[in-house]
C-alpha cells in the first residue's frame, strides 16, 4: 500500500515538473531560445491569483481566468521589450537575460507581497479521497488533471492549428518562415504569453501542495532537468521525464537510509548525469550536427 | 590613434604593446600596492575580496570566454577549494601546501567534469554543471567527517613560516601577489598554443578539428585549469569567511561569478578585472542607495538580487560586450572624435536556423 | 597518396556517396566536380573524417584514416579549407594563422602557463612561418583585422593561408573560387599553382569554375548524385558524353 502511496505522490510532484518543463520546451521549440526564468513566472501567476483570489476575494474560477490573462500580457511584454531585442545574439546571451530576468521577479515579488508563506484558497485544497487504505489529497488529482488537460491542449494545437504549425515553421528557420508571410514577432509575443499562462496555471495547481513564496520558482530548475532528459524539443519527452524524476524522487525520499534522505533532492540532477552520459540527445533525441 | 610601428616579432608576444601602456599598468600597480596604507581595515579587506573575485573570474572566463563552455556550476568549485582548504589546514599542512593542494583536487575534478563536455555543448553542458554543483553542495552537507555537515567548520587563520597573515593588510597582500600570478599564468596560456587552441574551439570546434585540434584534449584542460583557478580563488576565500557552510556556495553564487564575467566583457581579461570591482563594490552601492532612498523602498528585502538581475538585464540588452566593450568604444570616440561612427561595432545579426531535425 | 576505395555513406536512406574510389598520386592538382547536391563536399567530410563512412576505406600514404580521431588528419598532413568558410570570427588574421601551426607545437600546459623561454622561441618561430605564409599570399595590409570585418573574398584567401599554416603534405580545398570576382579567381590560379609546384603540396579540389579547372587540374573525377561518372585529364573530361548527360540531362 505504502509503494501506491508513494507512486501516487510521486505522480503528482512529476506533473508539477512536468507542466513547468511544458513551458520551457514551448519556448524553446517556438523561438529556440531557453527560459531560465520559467519557475519564477510559475511563481508570479501563483501570486496574481493569490491577489485576485485571496486578497480581493473574487471566486475561484473568475480569479483563474483573470490570472491567465495577466499572465498572458506580461508574457507578450516581456518578449517585446527584452527577448526581440535579443533575437540573433548567441544562446547563451539570452539564457544569462532570462537568469536575471528570474533575479528582477523574484525582487519584484518580494517586495509586493513579501517572503512569509501565502496559502491560496481553491476549491481542491484540503479534502481527501479514499479508496480502501488508499488515501489521495484532491490538491494530487487537480494537479494530474490539470496537467493532462493542458497536455492534450498544447499537442493538439501545435498538431492542428494553423498559428501552431506557423510556430513550428518559425522555430526552424525563422528567415524563410519570415518569407512565406508568417508574421514571426508575432508569433514569439503568443508564444511567450502561451508558455507564461501554461506556468501560472501550474502555480496555481501546485499552489495548495507547495506554499507561495518568492522563492518556490527554484523548483523550476528541476523541471528544467526534467525537460533535457526529454530531449528539450519534445513535449511528450519533457512530461515523461518529469514524471519519471517526480515518481523516483518520492522512492528516494522514503528509500534512502536515514542521514542521506537529503540527496533525495539532487535525484532529479543525477538522472540528469547518466541521461547526459549515456545518451546525451535525451530520449526523444531532435538533434544533429552542423552542416559544413 | 596610436600607430605601434612593429620591428620585432617579439612585439607581438610581449605583454605590453607600448609605453604607455607601461606607464599606465605601472601607475596602477603602485596604485595596488600602496592602497591598504591608504584605506581602512574595512576597504582594504573589500578590496581583498574584489581580488579574490578576480582570480575565480579569471577561471571562469577562461572557460566561457575563451573555450566557449558556459558552466553554471562554479560555485562548486569554489566550494571545493574552500573546503579542501580549510580540511587540509586543519589536518595539519602548512599554508601554503594546503592551498596548492586544494587547487589540484579542483583541477583533478575540473578535468573530470570536463570530460561530458567531449560530446555536448551550449546549453546541455550549462546544465549539467549546474547538476554537478547542486550534487556537490549535498554532499558538502552530508559529508559531517570532513565538512562538519550542516554545523560548518572553522578555518584556521593563515600563516608562512609563523608568521600570521590574519591582518586585513597582510591578506590583502597575499590576495594581490595571488592574483599577479594567476593573470600572469592566464595570460601566457592565451599567448601560448593552448590558448590559441581554447578560442579556436570557441569560434568553431569543426575548423578547430581541422586544424588537428585535439576537441577532447583541450577541453578538458581548459575545464581543469579552470577549475584550477575557481579553486585556488576558494582557497583564499575561505580565510576571508572565516567560517565554511555548505549554503555559502549555492548556485546563486554561479550566477553571480557569471554575472562578472559578463558584465566585464566576454573575452577579455580586463573584463573579469572590471566585473570583479563591481560585483565586490554593488552591495556598498545598493547599501548606499538604501540609505538616501526613502525608507519606504530603502528597506525593501531582497533588493539586491533584484538589483543584480537587473543590471544583468541591461547590460546584456544594451551593451553586450561588457563594461570593457563600452570603455573600448568610448576611447575609440575620443581619439576618433569627431569622426566616429556608431556603426563601427555593430555586428550583423543572424538569423537562426534551428539544428534540430524536427 | 590519398585513396579512397569503394566508400560509401549515407543519410536516413539518402546515398549521399555510393561506391566511389580515386587515388590521388603525389604532386598532382586533383579536382573533384560536378551538379550541386553531388556528394563532393561529403567526400572532403568523409576524408577529414566529420563523418564515419558506412563502408569502404580511405588511405593516406598508404596507412588507412576510415578510423583516425579527426585530429589526427591534420597532424598526419592533410589540411583543409571549408565552403563558406570556417574561420576564427572573433580573432585577427595573425591569430588565425598562428592557430594553424598547432599541430607543430611541442610545449606542454605547464610550460605555457610560466612562458619559458623554450615556448617563447616557439612562438616567434611560428610568427616567422605565418610571415612567410601572408608573403606568399599578399596578405600584408590584412594581417592585425579581425576576421570578422574582412570581405568575403579574403577571408578566402586567409583560410587557404590557414591551411598552410599546418605545413600540409596534402590540401583539399573546398569551393576555393565560389564568392571571388573573375580577377581574384585569375590570382587563386596562380596561388594554387604556386602551392602545388614551389611547396611542393599535393592538392584535391572541389571546384565548380571549369576555367580553372582547367587550367590548373592534373586529374578531374566527375561526381553525380553520390557515384563517379568519369575520371580524365581536363580534355578528356570536356567532351565525355556522360558528363554532358549529368549537368544537362539527356
Redesign the interface.
Known amino acids: 500500500m505504502e509503494l501506491v502511496q508513494l507512486l501516487i505522490s510521486g505522480i503528482s510532484q512529476g506533473c508539477v515538473y512536468g507542466l513547468i518543463a511544458l513551458g520551457f520546451v514551448l519556448i524553446y521549440k517556438a523561438t ?1 531560445m ?1 527560459n531560465f526564468a520559467q519557475g519564477d513566472l510559475m511563481m508570479l501567476g501563483a501570486f496574481i491569483a493569490f491577489g485576485f483570489i485571496n486578497v480581493l476575494g473574487w471566486p475561484f474560477l473568475w480569479g483563474f481566468l483573470a490570472t491567465l490573462a495577466v499572465m498572458g500580457v506580461v508574457g507578450a511584454t516581456l518578449e517585446r521589450l ?1 527577448l526581440r ?5 548567441p ?3 539570452v ?3 532570462t ?6 521577479l ?3 515579488a ?2 509586493i507581497w ?2 512569509e508563506d501565502k496559502t491560496l484558497s481553491t476549491p481542491y485544497g484540503g479534502g481527501v479521497a479514499r479508496w480502501g487504505e488508499i488515501s489521495v489529497g484532491y490538491e494530487n488529482i487537480a494537479v494530474v488533471l490539470g496537467t493532462l488537460v493542458l497536455c492534450v491542449l498544447v499537442f493538439v494545437f501545435f498538431r492542428k492549428t494553423r498559428v501552431g504549425i506557423a510556430m513550428q515553421a518559425a ?5 524563410a518562415a ?1 518569407y512565406v508571410g508568417i508574421p514571426v514577432k508575432w508569433i514569439f509575443a503568443l508564444v511567450w504569453a502561451m508558455s507564461a499562462m501554461i506556468s501560472a496555471t501550474a502555480g496555481i495547481l501546485v499552489a495548495p501542495l507547495s506554499l507561495i513564496n ?1 522563492i518556490m520558482g527554484f523548483v523550476g ?1 528541476k523541471a ?2 526534467a525537460a ?1 532528459v526529454g530531449g ?2 519534445s513535449l511528450p519527452g519533457a512530461f515523461l521525464a518529469g514524471l519519471m524524476i517526480g515518481i523516483v524522487e518520492q522512492f528516494a525520499k522514503h528509500g534512502l537510509p536515514s ?2 534522505e ?2 533525495s ?2 535525484t ?3 538522472i ?2 547518466i541521461m ?2 549515456i545518451r ?1 540527445e535525451g530520449i526523444f ?6 552542416k ?1 | 590613434m596610436r600607430f605601434v610601428l612593429k620591428t620585432r616579432y617579439a612585439q607581438d608576444v610581449d605583454f605590453f604593446k607600448h609605453n604607455g601602456q607601461r606607464f599606465w599598468y605601472g601607475l596602477l600597480g603602485l596604485f595596488v600596492f600602496v592602497a591598504p596604507f591608504l584605506l581602512d581595515d574595512f576597504y582594504t579587506g573589500e578590496l581583498s575580496l574584489v581580488f579574490i573575485y578576480a582570480i575565480a573570474g579569471i577561471g571562469l572566463m577562461l572557460l566561457v570566454g575563451y573555450t566557449g563552455l558556459v558552466s553554471l556550476g562554479h560555485a562548486a568549485f569554489l566550494a571545493i577549494g574552500a573546503y579542501a582548504h580549510a580540511y587540509f589546514m586543519t589536518e595539519g599542512a602548512p599554508f601554503m601546501v594546503s592551498l596548492i593542494g586544494a587547487t589540484a583536487v579542483c583541477v583533478v575534478i575540473g578535468a573530470i567534469v570536463g570530460i561530458p563536455s567531449l560530446r555536448m555543448t551550449g546549453i546541455y553542458l550549462a546544465v549539467a554543471t549546474l547538476a554537478f554543483a547542486q550534487i556537490v553542495e549535498k554532499v558538502l552537507a552530508h559529508w559531517e567527517s570532513v565538512t562538519g555537515g550542516h554545523r560548518g567548520m572553522a578555518v584556521p587563520e593563515p600563516e608562512i613560516f609563523s608568521w600570521s597573515l590574519g591582518t586585513p593588510r597582510a591578506f590583502y597582500f597575499l590576495v594581490l601577489l595571488v592574483l599577479i600570478g594567476a593573470l600572469f599564468c592566464a595570460l601566457n596560456l592565451l599567448r601560448s598554443p593552448t590558448g590559441r587552441a581554447m578560442i579556436a574551439i570557441r569560434d568553431s570546434e569543426i575548423s578547430a578539428q581541422a586544424m588537428g585540434i585535439n576537441l577532447a584534449r583541450v577541453k578538458t584542460t581548459s575545464f581543469a585549469v579552470s577549475a584550477g583557478f575557481t579553486g585556488l580563488a576558494g582557497g583564499l576565500l575561505a580565510h576571508k569567511i572565516g567560517y565554511l557552510a555548505p549554503d555559502a556556495f549555492t548556485i546563486l553564487i554561479s550566477i553571480q561569478l557569471l554575472l562578472m564575467v559578463v558584465v566585464g566583457g566576454l573575452g577579455s581579461m580586463h573584463g573579469v578585472i572590471y566585473g570583479a570591482v563591481f560585483i565586490g563594490l554593488l552591495p556598498q552601492g545598493i547599501a548606499f542607495l538604501r540609505e538616501s532612498l526613502p525608507a519606504g523602498i530603502g528597506q525593501i528585502p531582497g533588493l539586491e538580487p533584484g538589483i543584480f538581475g537587473l543590471i544583468l538585464v541591461l547590460f546584456l540588452v544594451y551593451e553586450p560586450l561588457g563594461i570593457f566593450g563600452r570603455w573600448i568604444k568610448i576611447r575609440l570616440f575620443f581619439s576618433e572624435f569627431p569622426l566616429y561612427r556608431k556603426s563601427t561595432y555593430k555586428r550583423q545579426k543572424s538569423y537562426l536556423r534551428t539544428e534540430r531535425v524536427h | 597518396m590519398l585513396a579512397a576505395d569503394n566508400v560509401s555513406i549515407s543519410f536516413g536512406g539518402v546515398h549521399a556517396v555510393r561506391d566511389v574510389s580515386f587515388e590521388v598520386a603525389a604532386g598532382q592538382v586533383y579536382s573533384i566536380i560536378g551538379p550541386n547536391g553531388a556528394g563532393k563536399t561529403t567526400l572532403f567530410n568523409l576524408v577529414s573524417r566529420l563523418y564515419d563512412v558506412d563502408a569502404g576505406s580511405i588511405t593516406f600514404d598508404g596507412e588507412p584514416i576510415t578510423r583516425v580521431p579527426p585530429h589526427q588528419v591534420a597532424e598526419r598532413g592533410i589540411a583543409r579549407t571549408f565552403q563558406n568558410t570556417e574561420l576564427f570570427e572573433h580573432e585577427t588574421v595573425l591569430k588565425n594563422l598562428l592557430i594553424g601551426h598547432h599541430v607543430h607545437r611541442q610545449t606542454a600546459l605547464w610550460e605555457e602557463l610560466l612562458f619559458l623561454p623554450k615556448v617563447r622561441e616557439q612562438d616567434l618561430v611560428f610568427r616567422q612561418q605565418v610571415e612567410d605564409v601572408i608573403d606568399l599570399l599578399d596578405l600584408q595590409s590584412y594581417r592585425d583585422q579581425i576576421i570578422g570585418n574582412l570581405p568575403y573574398g579574403v577571408r578566402k584567401m586567409v583560410e587557404i593561408a590557414r591551411a598552410l599554416c599546418l605545413g600540409p603534405r596534402l590540401i583539399l580545398l573546398d569551393e576555393p573560387s565560389s564568392g571571388l570576382n573573375p580577377e581574384e579567381t585569375e590570382d587563386l590560379s596562380f596561388w594554387i599553382e604556386d602551392i602545388n609546384e614551389e611547396l611542393d603540396i599535393t592538392v584535391v579540389m572541389v571546384e565548380h569554375d571549369m576555367n580553372l579547372v582547367n587550367q590548373v587540374s592534373d586529374r578531374v573525377l566527375v561526381l553525380a548524385d553520390g557515384v563517379v561518372i568519369a575520371v580524365g585529364t581536363p580534355n578528356e573530361i570536356q567532351g565525355h558524353p556522360d558528363v554532358l548527360r549529368a549537368y544537362l540531362g539527356d
Request: charge should be neutral; glycine fraction near 14%; avoid cysteine.
Open positions: 529556440e531557453v527584452l531585442p535579443m533575437i540573433g545574439e544562446p547563451f546571451a539564457l544569462m537575460l537568469i536575471g530576468l528570474g533575479f528582477i523574484r525582487a519584484v518580494g517586495a513579501g517572503y522555430s526552424q528557420n525563422q528567415l519570415y518568492p530548475i528544467f532537468a533535457i528539450f524539443g542521514g542521506l537529503g540527496f533532492e539532487t532529479a540532477y543525477v540528469l548525469l547526459l552520459f546525451p533525441a531532435t538533434m544533429q550536427r552542423k559544413v
